[in-house]
């Protein structure tokens, strides 16, 4: 079974696992494993790809290489972002004070 016909409202999911993977695993991930748990905390992105791969590739392998892209530029993206923020509050008190 393919994605589009599998879920009942696939462009709302593909949206909610592209923008905030964590709550929409939460919702619809359904029973984690350990392995799972520790795919959700550290890395979602990638645990979104991972889970669409095993699922998904034999039916949807376009959907399947978009998630990979959206794995890396997210994972790679939260943490540059993060790093930028934290650089910029530091400077921005340091101006101040």
Not at 1 to 11: C, K, N, R, V
Not at 37 to 62: E, K, M, N, Q, S
């Amino acid at each position: 079974m393919d994605f589009w016909s599998a879920h009942a409202h696939p462009l709302l999911l593909l949206f909610g696992l592209a923008v905030f993977p964590r709550i929409t695993l939460l919702f619809v991930g359904g029973p984690f494993g350990w392995l799972h748990w520790l795919g959700w905390v550290f890395g979602p992105h990638l645990l979104v790809a991972i889970l669409a791969t095993t699922r998904y590739w034999d039916t949807d392998p376009v959907l399947c290489v978009i998630a990979w892209f959206l794995a890396f530029a997210g994972t790679g993206g939260e943490g540059m972002g993060a790093r930028r923020g934290v650089r910029w509050r530091w400077r921005g008190r340091s101006e101040s004070a």
